[in-house]
């Protein structure tokens, strides 16, 4: 992610305060993937919404692994 990118990130991340925010601007800071917290959609559960639109097989299979990778070093 670029340092323009991450500057305009930095205050959400920053003042995020449900888990599932914290983890999508973490995403988003960390490799450009963009997912939604499922807090947005009013509800109780902690974890995000993507959409899946990638048409190319090889850039789907980036995003996920990218997803993958992301997830797999938070949880250590």
Excluded: H
């Amino acid at each position: 992610t670029d340092s323009k990118t991450k500057e305009l990130i930095s205050p959400y991340l920053e003042q995020a305060s449900r888990i599932d925010e914290k983890f999508c601007y973490g995403l988003l800071w960390e490799t450009g993937v963009c997912v939604v917290p499922l807090s947005g959609f009013n509800t109780e559960y902690n974890w995000f919404r993507m959409t899946l639109l990638e048409e190319n097989d090889e850039k789907f299979e980036k995003i996920l692994n990218l997803i993958n990778e992301y997830t797999k070093n938070l949880v250590g």
